[in-house]
């Protein structure tokens, strides 16, 4: 079975930097979804998170289990809340010109079932305490086919220039 990847669209934060990312009017033409998105944020810190909402849904129906492995050790979390987490990217006081990398996995995003997604999520601090892969098991709580999808920052912050975000469809033939 062949599987082609067909880029939708991709997204490019410019000078001025952006509070969000959006991917609007996504057609329901293919089996999957893959977002992959490189991102740092303005916040006066040094991480921010990075988060999406599908089809501008605010309801409490986003829930995840996620490993986590960083500097001093390892865990597990999880949550259910009104936005997905995807993970950590670097900020403000996070070493100059670094951007996280992070793919979101969305099998059957147009199906008539609740939306499951995966993630993965790295990004380097160069310092004593750095945020270093997050991973994630998720679900959306909602039978809708997904047409949009928003990223943001947890904080409320911007998206810096250069952080972008390029959107494909799976064909399975």
Same mark, same amino acid.
């Given at each position: ?18 509070? #969000?990312?959006? =991917? ?27 988060? =999406?909402? @599908? ?21 597990? $979390?999880? $949550?259910?809340?009104?936005?997905? =987490? @995807? ?26 079932? #609740? ?54 469809? @799976?064909?399975?033939?």
């Amino acid at each position: 079975m062949a599987i082609t990847y067909k880029k939708i669209a991709s997204v490019t934060v410019g000078s001025g930097g952006a509070a #969000n990312i959006d =991917f609007t009017s996504i057609p329901g033409t293919y089996t999957d979804l893959v977002l992959l998105i490189s991102s740092r944020s303005n916040r006066s810190a040094n991480a921010d998170d990075t988060v =999406f909402r @599908i089809n501008g849904n605010t309801s409490n129906i986003y829930s995840y289990r996620q490993l986590y492995g960083f500097t001093s050790g390892a865990g597990s $979390a999880n $949550a259910t809340d009104t936005k997905a =987490f @995807i993970g950590q990217m670097p900020a403000a006081s996070s070493t100059a010109s670094t951007f996280d990398s992070s793919l979101v996995y969305f099998p059957n995003y147009a199906g008539s079932t #609740n939306k499951s997604y995966s993630i993965e999520n790295v990004w380097e601090n160069n310092s004593s305490t750095v945020w270093q892969l997050n991973m994630f098991a998720g679900l959306w709580a909602n039978t809708s086919a997904i047409t949009s999808i928003s990223l943001f920052s947890n904080n409320s912050n911007n998206f810096v220039q250069y952080s972008t975000a390029t959107l494909y469809g @799976i064909l399975k033939a």
